[in-house]
């Protein structure tokens, strides 16, 4: 099958873009979204929107759900490919983004990353589309400083960053979605999301060490220092919101939970491969 290339106007962006999709295209990324390892990244959309409930934002949440799916999912297979070793893989898709058709050849379906970054550009509008490949090169910019952090002071802080950039990202991307444009909603997700990645980390943090994407040994004061500053965070934010207390604890415990059958799951299909295979489908 050869190369097909879909029209992106800004009206096709977020409404039933799937329909514009070839049908091997929509298996494609149904099968992507539907594998375990990426289940805690497809089940943030829900929790934002059932957040923008606690804020009392009215929002078009079709639109929306389907923004933060096909960008959530897009972040957990980056977040693979690079953790695979391939560091430059980011740059790769980045370069893709800058180009605002989506291509979808025989390459692309056989590739998650390629897949999710062509499904993405459907749901950025054209008026954040700017500020959000400047945003995601802020983001792989601190990805790749993580690395050379040397203690766990200077990877929290990198972490911490992290998490607020894929969150503001989020946010970025459903403005135009929402009826109130509201500077404390972002400001909530970026903490939010701050946290989240440290708790990620913490769940992490031993693969990581055995796999070489630490720049530093952890040792049982630095576990203690990160779970100290999760559990501080995090007390300090569900005070100020008791409302969403039972919504991050879900949350904490899904993380744990889909992290857990990820790792014991024997996976099949064309998106299932060694880390590093899967990696090199990027370039």
Same mark, same amino acid.
């Given at each position: 099958? *050869?190369?097909?290339?879909?029209?992106?106007s800004y009206?096709?962006?977020?409404r039933?873009?799937?329909?514009?999709?070839?049908?091997?295209?929509r298996r494609?990324?149904?099968?992507?979204?539907? /594998?375990p390892?990426?289940?805690?990244?497809?089940? !943030?959309?829900?929790?934002?929107?059932q957040? /923008?409930?606690y804020?009392?934002?009215?929002c078009?949440?079709?639109?929306?759900?389907?923004?933060?799916?096909?960008?959530?999912?897009f972040?957990?297979?980056?977040d693979?490919?690079?953790?695979?070793?391939?560091?430059?893989?980011?740059?790769?898709i /980045?370069?893709? /983004?800058?180009?605002?058709?989506?291509?979808? *050849?025989e390459a692309?379906?056989h590739s998650s990353?390629?897949?999710?970054?062509? !499904?993405l550009?459907?749901q950025?509008?054209d008026?954040t589309?700017?500020m959000?490949?400047?945003?995601?090169?802020?983001?792989?910019?601190e990805?790749?400083s993580?690395?050379?952090?040397?203690?766990i002071?200077?990877?929290i802080?990198?972490?911490?960053?992290?998490?607020?950039?894929?969150?503001e990202?989020?946010?970025?991307?459903?403005?135009?979605?929402?009826?109130?444009?509201s500077?404390?909603?972002?400001?909530?997700?970026?903490?939010?999301?701050?946290?989240?990645?440290?708790v990620?980390?913490?769940?992490?943090?031993?693969?990581?060490?055995?796999? *070489?994407?630490?720049?530093f040994?952890?040792?049982l004061k630095d576990?203690t220092?990160?779970?100290a500053?999760i559990?501080?965070?995090?007390?300090?934010?569900s005070?100020?919101?008791?409302?969403?207390?039972?919504?991050?604890?879900r949350?904490i415990?899904?993380?744990?939970?889909?992290?857990?059958?990820?790792?014991?799951?024997v996976?099949? *299909?064309?998106f299932?491969?060694?880390?590093?295979?899967?990696?090199?489908?990027?370039?």
């Amino acid at each position: 099958m *050869g190369t097909v290339r879909v029209d992106l106007s800004y009206h096709s962006r977020g409404r039933n873009y799937m329909e514009k999709l070839p049908n091997g295209v929509r298996r494609a990324y149904r099968d992507l979204a539907d /594998l375990p390892k990426y289940q805690h990244f497809v089940r !943030i959309p829900d929790r934002i929107i059932q957040c /923008l409930d606690y804020f009392g934002i009215a929002c078009d949440r079709t639109t929306a759900a389907k923004r933060l799916h096909a960008y959530y999912l897009f972040i957990g297979v980056v977040d693979d490919a690079i953790d695979s070793g391939r560091i430059d893989a980011g740059r790769l898709i /980045l370069d893709s /983004l800058r180009t605002l058709a989506p291509v979808f *050849g025989e390459a692309t379906r056989h590739s998650s990353a390629r897949l999710i970054t062509e !499904i993405l550009k459907f749901q950025i509008s054209d008026g954040t589309y700017p500020m959000m490949l400047d945003k995601l090169q802020d983001l792989y910019g601190e990805v790749v400083s993580e690395r050379s952090a040397t203690s766990i002071d200077s990877y929290i802080r990198y972490r911490r960053s992290v998490g607020a950039l894929t969150a503001e990202l989020s946010y970025l991307l459903i403005r135009p979605d929402l009826n109130d444009d509201s500077e404390k909603l972002c400001d909530f997700m970026k903490q939010v999301g701050a946290i989240g990645c440290l708790v990620d980390s913490l769940i992490d943090l031993s693969a990581d060490r055995r796999l *070489g994407l630490l720049g530093f040994k952890p040792g049982l004061k630095d576990y203690t220092k990160l779970v100290a500053c999760i559990l501080r965070d995090g007390l300090r934010l569900s005070l100020k919101h008791l409302g969403l207390f039972g919504l991050f604890l879900r949350a904490i415990v899904d993380n744990v939970r889909d992290r857990f059958r990820a790792d014991r799951n024997v996976l099949h *299909g064309s998106f299932v491969s060694d880390r590093k295979d899967e990696a090199a489908s990027v370039a």
